[in-house]
């Protein structure tokens, strides 16, 4: 099993920029799915962004596409989702999951009830 710990998030004003991390230990994410969700207070946690295993591929949320840029960094065993023109919506805690099984579609990911979470990282964009 994989420990996933984010970081970088943060308060922000609309217009901003911030860049969240998610550390792997335990294993390596090569080969794994990995993306971003996120979950506002009262609503349920939303799907953001998610990269293939080989990191060839991308797939973003609508509300996110143009905005948000996920990458992945192997040889620091971590992903990045770079945020851009950030907005008051955008506040969420954002969570860091990874797909449990190897090689898998990228598209899929979102859907799977199966995956390794990080803490969260708290996102608050003001108006």
């Known amino acids: 099993q994989v420990q996933l710990v984010e970081s970088g998030g943060g308060l922000v004003q609309a217009g901003g920029s911030l860049r969240l991390s998610c550390a792997a230990s335990g294993r390596t994410l090569w080969g794994y799915v990995t993306g971003w969700f996120r979950q506002a207070p009262g609503k349920e946690r939303e799907f953001v962004a998610a990269?293939?295993?080989?990191?060839?591929?991308?797939y973003y949320a609508d509300s996110v596409k143009g905005r948000f840029t996920i990458s992945r960094d192997n040889a620091k065993n971590t992903v990045i989702l770079q945020m851009i023109s950030l907005k008051p919506e955008d506040t969420a805690v954002y969570y860091c999951?990874?797909?449990?099984?190897?090689?898998?579609?990228?598209?899929?990911?979102?859907?799977?009830?199966?995956?390794?979470w990080g803490q969260g990282t708290q996102v608050t964009v003001s108006g």
């Open positions: 990269i293939a295993w080989s990191g060839g591929s991308t």
């Open positions: 999951a990874a797909d449990v099984q190897q090689f898998q579609s990228v598209t899929d990911f979102r859907f799977k009830t199966e995956k390794d």
